[in-house]
């Protein structure tokens, strides 16, 4: 069964840097792309930063371009998100999520519980 | 970016009835088009990929449909654990963006 469990979320004061990590199991996470994905309390989804098997290939929404770093260890079983010069507007319940590659793009496969992150002073 | 508009943003409906959402995307993205649903308090759970395949242990009353820029997920007689919101999402380009969502509710 896969599981994905996110740790690190925190409040933190604006500007301030979080890390989360995302401890994966029962999958070879070398074998999955790994995602973010965020959700604002009662409203909807946003897809935050991608990384391909090998971390070669990263993508990052325009919103945290320049300011979130994601990256992998296959090693560890670990995915992680490196936040920073955070702000409000961050704050939210941050989903680890394992893609599922196929012919027509990935699809968000596996989700963990998540990690709340707020940016509050 | 590719816009997504969901319709509706809730509806009510009874256990039995049929029910269909649609999502229309900003430009044609093929069949690059995914389905989730969301409970109260529970992450996402992945329905449909690339526009009508459903997922594995995902009941077969689910079916989506499309392609282009006009796709519809259909739910063929609802159950009580089917209430829940529902987003599509597109794996065409970067940003990977959701609709914003439709509530199934309890008539």
């Known amino acids: 069964e896969v599981q994905l469990v996110e740790s690190g979320g925190d409040l933190v004061q604006p500007g301030g840097s979080l890390r989360l990590s995302c401890a994966a199991s029962?999958?070879?996470?070398?074998?999955?792309?790994m995602s973010w994905v965020r959700q604002v309390p009662g409203k909807g989804l946003q897809w935050v930063s991608s990384?391909?098997?090998?971390?070669?290939?990263?993508k990052y929404a325009d919103s945290v371009e320049g300011r979130f770093t994601i990256s992998r260890d296959n090693s560890q079983n670990t995915v992680y998100l490196q936040m920073t010069s955070l702000r409000s507007e961050d704050t939210a319940l941050y989903y680890c999520?394992?893609?599922?590659?196929?012919?027509?793009?990935?699809?968000?496969?596996?989700w963990g519980q998540g990690a709340q992150v707020t940016v509050s002073s | 970016d590719i816009q997504m508009t969901q319709s509706p943003s809730s509806l009510s409906a009874s256990v039995g009835d049929g029910v269909t959402i649609t999502c229309r995307t900003s430009?044609?993205?093929?069949?690059?088009l995914n389905w989730y649903q969301q409970k109260p308090g529970k992450a996402p759970r992945l329905l449909i990929y690339?526009?009508?395949n459903l997922e594995s242990g995902v009941p077969s009353r689910f079916s989506g449909s499309g392609s282009g820029t006009d796709f519809t997920l259909s739910i063929s007689s609802l159950q009580p654990e089917d209430f829940a919101t529902y987003y599509c999402?597109?794996?065409?380009?970067?940003?990977?963006?959701f609709g914003q969502g439709t509530k199934v509710e309890i008539k």
């Open positions: 430009q044609s993205i093929t069949k690059y």
């Open positions: 999402q597109q794996s065409y380009s970067n940003p990977y963006n």
């Open positions: 999520v394992r893609e599922s590659g196929g012919w027509y793009g990935s699809s968000f496969a596996d």
């Open positions: 029962g999958f070879t996470l070398s074998d999955s792309a």
């Open positions: 990384i391909s098997v090998y971390g070669g290939r990263i």
């Open positions: 690339a526009a009508s």
